[in-house]
T-cell receptor
Framework: GENVEQHPSTLSVQEGDSAVIKCTYS??????FPWYKQELGKRPQLIID?????GEKKDQRIAVTLNKTAKHFSLHITETQPEDSAVYFC?????????????FGKGTMLLVSP | GAVVSQHPSWVICKSGTSVKIECRSL??????MFWYRQFPKQSLMLMAT?????????EQGVEKDKFLINHASLTLSTLTVTSAHPEDSSFYIC???????????FGEGSWLTVV
């Protein structure tokens, strides 16, 4: 089955700095890669996703890049703010249907200091 | 966007009793729902895939007789933790995707504490 590795496990940055979280996946058939932000005790919130036919996607301060050859994808947050502090999870799934199960990385705890 | 509702949001039960958690898709039909468990400071671990009208598919290491899943309609899946023990205390969360799209929506999650 799919295996997703996520690094780093914790990341501390100063407000205004950029943050980068990296994930690798094992199954070359995976073609949908969402990123979730989870605050303590709350549901994961989808913040951005990318499909395998795209190499990069950007939404305001958040961007995701995908390298299918190397089987890795990254989340980039620019101009970080204290409210960006949370746990971020990457995930990968097989197939184009939402029926496919998500395999999550172990998560990255991001702390943005004022 | 699509909404998935989960109930209860938290529950405390005595060891040996059973607890039922509901997951509802409020404005779309979900033929497939997923149940996850999340221990503190850990990632979401898939427990089982719930299919409407058929038996759930359990992940390796998850006891199907302990974690009963019922998906009787296109908008409701339930997870029953039977004979709960303190080690079952965790954050349980469901997700679902709509038939038309391939975005996955999560419920609010349910905190289970077994005392």
């Amino acid at each position: 089955g799919e295996n997703v590795e996520q690094h780093p496990s914790t990341l501390s940055v100063q407000e205004g700095d950029s943050a980068v979280i990296k994930c690798t996946y094992s199954d070359s058939a995976s073609n949908y890669f969402p990123w979730y932000k989870q605050e303590l005790g709350k549901r994961p919130q989808l913040i951005i996703d990318i499909r395998s036919n795209v190499g990069e996607k950007k939404d305001q301060r958040i961007a995701v890049t995908l390298n299918k050859t190397a089987k890795h994808f990254s989340l980039h947050i620019t101009e970080t703010q204290p409210e960006d502090s949370a746990v971020y999870f990457c995930a990968a799934t097989l197939g184009s249907s939402g029926y496919s199960t998500l395999t999550f990385g172990k998560g990255t705890m991001l702390l943005v200091s004022p | 966007g699509a909404v998935v509702s989960q109930h209860p949001s938290w529950v405390i039960c005595k060891s040996g009793t059973s607890v039922k958690i509901e997951c509802r898709s409020l404005d779309f039909q979900a033929t497939t729902m997923f149940w996850y468990r999340q221990f503190p400071k850990q990632s979401l671990m898939l427990m089982a895939t719930s299919n409407e009208g058929s038996k759930a598919t359990y992940e390796q290491g998850v006891e199907k007789d302990k974690f009963l899943i019922n998906h009787a309609s296109l908008t409701l899946s339930t997870l029953t933790v039977t004979s709960a023990h303190p080690e079952d205390s965790s954050f349980y969360i469901c997700s679902a995707s709509s038939v038309s799209g391939n975005t996955i929506y999560f419920g609010e999650g349910s905190w289970l504490t077994v005392v």
